[in-house]
């Protein structure tokens, strides 16, 4: 499968007004409101618990419970939530979601109404992950527990939920981690996990490169608040990374998923849904990872949002401009067209 590019999606130009507008207003939200980096970490995590950041607060649902994943520490585990279909139906499918947050900010409960809508849609299991965050456990905490989820669920998905572990997906930091954890399982030497096919992944805005690729660059000059800036990401980088971390790093697979050797994985990549704004300073992260993917042999669906910027699934699909109901869309397409496949 191939992908066609049309240079007018990209043309600030032709944004229309109420992209225009709402964008404006994140700007102004994401300029004036406290930096994490400056206030610390859990108190910007309360913050924005309460709505006080450019991003909505989460909803938090009670029909999402409450359980926990043994990690690789037998003195700890991973917390997590389950949603199920609201109409008794029996799932289909396992997906297991992690979120986005810089690797910094958010848990199992950021997302609990879009998990709960594709639960209810597509009659599947949604698991969201608690992984452990930055900058107090920095890497590898975060994608060790989202590999240990993920082992687990491989092993337990089908009698735990009746439904097999078929996809897994995130946003921003959770599209990062989804793709380390799916090379993860694919390079293992156990065979029971790196012989699991997965149906789908969904890669919304992720970051696939910790070396800043030239999007990042290129928009903090013509829009340096636009929910990202560059200094708010490499302070994110710094805490992911920890002390002391080298340029090396950035070049390693292990860290940045973009030069991994997919090359080497034909055949095995499962199909991969890439979606991005126009307007994120992460754009050049699903234009380069979507390639590698088709390169590879992999297939993969690309939806380009016009407009749209860094987070903008989070939004209510209700206002304009946002992008979101565009990416509740083509998420729905993939589902389908996967599921039924």
Not at 94 to 121: C, T
Not at 166 to 188: D, P, R, V
Not at 190 to 204: A, E, F, N, T
Not at 272 to 278: E, K, R, Y
Request: glycine content about 8%; charged content about 20%; proline content about 8%.
């Amino acid at each position: 499968m191939a992908f066609t590019i049309d240079p007018s999606t990209f043309d600030p130009a032709t944004l229309g007004p109420e992209s225009r507008e709402f964008n404006a207003k994140l700007s102004a939200i994401t300029a004036s409101q406290p930096k994490w980096y400056e206030i610390g970490a859990e108190a910007y995590r309360k913050l924005r618990a309460e709505g006080g950041t450019a991003l909505p607060p989460p909803i938090v649902l009670d029909s999402g419970i409450a359980f926990e994943i043994p990690s690789r520490d037998p003195s700890r585990k991973v917390p997590c939530r389950v949603f199920k279909p609201q109409n008794g139906e029996a799932p289909r499918a396992v997906f297991m979601h992690i979120h986005g947050g810089g690797w910094v900010l958010g848990n199992e409960s950021s997302q609990d109404v879009k998990l709960q809508r594709l639960a209810d849609i597509h009659s599947i299991a949604c698991i969201s992950v608690g992984y452990r965050l930055a900058p107090e456990h920095p890497f590898p905490a975060g994608p060790e527990d989202c590999f240990d989820v993920a082992e687990w669920l491989v092993r337990h998905a089908q009698e735990r939920f009746q439904a097999p572990f078929a996809f897994m997906g995130g946003e921003s930091a959770g599209g990062h981690l989804t793709a380390l954890t799916t090379l993860h399982l694919l390079q293992h030497n156990d065979p029971v996990y790196s012989g699991h096919r997965l149906r789908g992944l969904i890669l919304h805005y992720g970051c696939f490169s910790l070396r800043w690729l030239p999007s990042v660059y290129s928009f903090a000059k013509r829009e340096p608040h636009l929910v990202l800036s560059l200094e708010t990401m490499t302070e994110f980088q710094n805490a992911f990374l920890g002390k002391g971390w080298t340029q090396e790093m950035l070049d390693d697979p292990n860290v940045s998923p973009l030069y991994a050797d997919l090359p080497s994985l034909r055949h095995k990549l499962p199909p991969a849904l890439f979606t991005c704004g126009t307007e994120d300073y992460l754009l050049d992260d699903t234009l380069f990872m979507s390639s590698r993917w088709l390169s590879a042999g992999a297939e993969a669906v690309v939806a380009i949002v016009k407009g749209a910027a860094h987070g903008y699934t989070t939004f209510d699909p209700a206002i304009k401009g946002s992008g979101s109901q565009e990416g509740d869309r083509v998420t729905d397409e993939f589902f389908k067209d996967k599921l039924s496949s």
